[in-house]
């Protein structure tokens, strides 16, 4: 069984255009989480969400929204793709807050030309 | 903020030696200490963690431990396997509402058979 899935696993668009990764999670976990690795494989964290409720917005564009219709889903919609934004995206959760355990996610690569 | 520091950025080991990993961490409310391995075009795993109130834990080859006097903490993986080879980060995060994970750069271990 998939404990946390992404959707698509890579994206490949214009720049200028809008698109959106879909996150599922099959645990029961109250968190959710959107991570951004760059090509130096570093991690950022982006979004929170705790049953529902925006916990961070980490200075992200506002070009970036998340969207949590219910406790086990997490999406993230882009607008105005900008090539800095070409990325993979981590969508992770977690039974409560940062001090459990997360679980991640196999990643959306998103390529913009 | 929390700052993760992580060091090496590369490690490359025979197979059989150990791997020592080391990371520091700036905020000293920071309680939990996990370790997450990413393989190729996956999502980081965890692998072990450490919460603030153990000094060391060990997991079959590999070991955390924890030193709050100085802020740091490493992972020390023993009788390195190639299935090893992997990106590995550290991270950091504290009890309350803040429920974000501070992760360190990465390291990229390379196991020479």
């Known amino acids: 069984d998939t404990a946390v899935s992404q959707t698509p696993k890579y994206l490949v668009t214009q720049m200028g255009n809008d698109k959106s990764i879909k996150c599922e999670q099959n645990?029961?976990?109250?968190?959710m989480y959107w991570y951004k690795q760059d090509s130096k494989k570093f991690l950022k964290i982006m979004f929170s969400y705790n049953n529902k409720e925006l916990i961070i917005n980490e200075t992200v564009p506002n070009r970036f929204s998340p969207k949590s219709p219910d406790k086990a889903h997490l999406n993230l919609h882009i607008n105005s793709l900008e090539l800095g934004d070409s990325a993979v995206y981590f969508c992770?959760?977690?039974?409560?807050?940062?001090?459990?355990?997360?679980?991640f996610g196999p990643g959306t690569r998103l390529t913009v030309l | 903020g929390e700052n993760v520091e992580q060091h090496p950025s590369t490690l490359s080991v025979q197979e059989g030696d150990s791997a020592v990993i080391k990371c520091t961490y700036s905020?000293?409310?920071?309680?939990?200490f996990p370790w997450y391995k990413q393989e190729l075009g996956k999502g980081p795993q965890l692998i072990i963690d450490i919460r603030s109130n153990v000094g060391e834990k060990k997991d079959q080859r590999i070991a955390v431990t924890l030193n709050k006097t100085a802020k740091h903490f490493s992972l020390h993986i023993t009788e390195t396997q190639p299935e090893d080879s992997a990106v590995y980060f550290c991270a950091a995060s504290r009890r309350g509402n803040d429920y974000k994970l501070s992760f360190g750069a990465g390291t990229t271990v390379t196991v020479r058979a």
């Open positions: 905020d000293s409310a920071s309680n939990y």
């Open positions: 992770a959760s977690s039974p409560m807050g940062s001090t459990d355990t997360q679980y």
């Open positions: 645990l029961g976990h109250d968190t």
